[in-house]
């Protein structure tokens, strides 16, 4: 399987005045989190609530910070998640909890996002 971007955009939920960002973010079905970069945290005034550490994929542990909440829109569906700021990032990564949480997956037919119960957001209600 390729690499898979998505262009999703993220908003600063605390703060109504920052302008939202839309950038493209690595689909990371191997990642948990959203993860961002040091200059898109900066970009949308996003504070930190701690630290956590994370296994990045070339095997190294590192301390990255937590960000509060941030709002992820992709096309009609949204979710809110905390992102991961990880030291020297260069891109953004999309994980599985934010990807699951808005009903997405990867196609391995067409190599790109899609809803997993297909183009409409549905909820099931037990």
């Not at 999703?8 to 939202?20: R, S, V």
């Not at 993860?35 to 990255?64: M, P, Y």
């Not at 937590?66 to 992709?74: F, I, L, P």
């Not at 009903?103 to 996002?113: K, R």
């Amino acid at each position: 399987m390729g690499i898979v971007h998505a262009e999703i955009t993220l908003k600063n939920l605390k703060n109504e005045t920052i302008a939202p960002e839309t950038v493209t973010a690595i689909v990371d079905t191997g990642s948990l989190n959203l993860v961002i970069t040091e200059d898109l945290c900066r970009k949308l005034g996003l504070g930190v609530e701690g630290e956590r550490t994370a296994h990045i994929a070339n095997g190294q542990r590192v301390t990255c910070k937590r960000t509060e909440a941030v709002k992820v829109y992709w096309k009609d569906r949204d979710t809110v998640v905390h992102a991961m700021v990880i030291p020297g990032a260069e891109k953004v990564l999309l994980g599985a909890i934010p990807l699951e949480d808005m009903d997405l997956m990867v196609s391995p037919v067409t190599q790109e996002l899609v809803g997993v119960h297909g183009d409409k957001v549905e909820c099931l209600v037990l």
